[in-house]
């Protein structure tokens, strides 16, 4: 399973002294792209494929805390991926130094074209690196129905600032 290391620095911590929520986006942002640069996927092979990420939605579940002065291990499987790679779902856990899992997060994402702003396939070699990825148990082949949590958008509100 593809993992990374991290040191919670006094910057990741909050008024509560313990992890804060956007460190744990940070250290999985972090993870997703060590991962992609690993397998070849860097600021120059995306470009000249014009691509860019785009994160849809990340639900944070959070079991136990993180304090300073521990290592948190955070690990990168694949829950989801479209056959033409233009839509991915990645499963984050968070371990502590025992191996204990503190929090999970299930992120779904997709690939635009920088240059037409519209979502984009995966060439053949960055697809094979994904679906090379360890798969979840419970992965699937992603559709853009799956990108969508409701059948339509919520409606428009018009106000008037008196």
């Known amino acids: 399973m593809y993992t990374k290391e991290f040191e919670i620095r006094w910057s990741d911590v909050d ?10 986006i940070d250290y999985m942002s972090h993870t997703r792209m060590a991962f992609m640069m690993e397998a070849g996927m860097n600021q120059k092979s995306l470009a000249k494929h014009n691509l860019g990420p785009v994160a849809f939605y990340e639900h944070m579940y959070y079991f136990r805390e993180f304090f300073p002065g521990q290592p948190v291990y955070v690990s990168l499987q694949l829950k989801g991926l479209s056959e033409d790679g233009m839509y991915f779902e990645f499963l984050h856990n968070f371990y502590d130094k025992d191996g204990r899992n ?8 997709g690939w ?3 240059m037409s702003r519209k979502l984009s396939g995966l060439p053949k070699e960055f697809y094979e690196q994904f679906d ?16 969508r949590k409701y059948s339509q958008r919520p409606k428009d509100i018009t106000t008037t600032i008196v």
Request: net charge neutral; with cysteine.
């Open 15 to 24: 008024a509560n002294r313990h992890l804060r929520n956007s460190a744990y």
């Open 132 to 147: 090379a990825l360890e798969k979840t148990d419970d992965f699937r082949i992603l559709t853009k129905e799956n990108t």
């Open 102 to 109: 503190c929090a999970r997060c299930e992120m779904m994402g």
């Open 112 to 114: 635009i074209d920088l």
